[in-house]
């Protein structure tokens, strides 16, 4: 499977997930997306909640195209990381969640994880391909004794994925 077909299945999986479409995780890869996702979402609900607010309110119409901009300019500095991977997992996540609290349709989510297999599986294939891919991902947090809720990896994972979050914050209030 190509990197964008594999990056657009795990982006509407976990779309999917976090708007109540239940099913069966397609990968490995899906089922620790989901879990370190949602856990990142756990421990900063508050603060992905008034971005996504705070993006919604910006962005108007075209949601897409503006988390386009934000995924482009969050690894500006060229630190792309499965932290910040994550990170925008989980962003996408609460944004998808708030857009169907207001009445849109599963095609602007859809539209969403587009987006994420866009630019992460094509603009960002190299890094992705460097890294293993999904795999990789996958492996990435195998290596600390399997993705838990005590694992250092995971602490590591959201210490560089609040970095992530710092720049979402960043680029939306300014």
Same mark, same amino acid.
């Given at each position: 499977?190509?990197?964008?077909?594999?990056?657009?299945?795990?982006?509407? +999986?976990?779309?999917?997930?976090?708007?109540?479409?239940?099913?069966?995780?397609?990968?490995?890869?899906?089922?620790?997306?989901?879990?370190?996702?949602?856990?990142?979402?756990?421990?900063?609900?508050?603060?992905?909640?008034?971005?996504?607010?705070?993006?919604?309110?910006?962005?108007?119409?075209?949601?897409?195209?503006?988390?386009?901009?934000?995924?482009?300019?969050?690894?500006?500095?060229?630190?792309?990381?499965?932290?910040?991977?994550?990170?925008?997992?989980?962003?996408?996540?609460?944004?998808? &969640?708030?857009?169907?609290?207001?009445?849109?349709?599963?095609?602007?989510?859809?539209?969403? /994880?587009?987006?994420? /297999? +866009?630019? @992460?599986?094509?603009?960002?294939?190299?890094? @992705?391909?460097?890294?293993?891919?999904?795999?990789?991902?996958?492996?990435?947090?195998?290596?600390?004794?399997?993705?838990?809720?005590?694992?250092?990896?995971? &602490?590591?994972?959201?210490?560089?994925?609040?970095?992530? @979050?710092?720049?979402?914050?960043?680029?939306?209030?300014?």
């Amino acid at each position: 499977m190509s990197c964008w077909k594999e990056t657009l299945v795990l982006a509407e +999986d976990y779309i999917d997930f976090c708007i109540d479409i239940r099913q069966t995780p397609p990968s490995e890869s899906a089922k620790a997306m989901r879990f370190l996702a949602k856990e990142m979402e756990r421990q900063h609900h508050s603060r992905f909640h008034s971005l996504s607010l705070s993006f919604l309110e910006a962005c108007g119409s075209d949601p897409s195209a503006c988390l386009r901009g934000v995924m482009a300019e969050l690894v500006e500095d060229g630190k792309l990381n499965w932290g910040r991977v994550v990170s925008l997992f989980t962003f996408t996540g609460v944004l998808a &969640t708030e857009l169907c609290s207001r009445g849109k349709g599963p095609e602007s989510c859809r539209q969403l /994880a587009e987006t994420i /297999a +866009d630019y @992460l599986g094509g603009e960002k294939r190299d890094w @992705l391909l460097e890294n293993e891919g999904w795999d990789g991902f996958c492996k990435f947090f195998r290596g600390a004794g399997h993705v838990s809720q005590e694992s250092s990896m995971k &602490t590591a994972l959201f210490a560089a994925a609040g970095v992530g @979050l710092a720049g979402l914050t960043f680029l939306l209030v300014r």
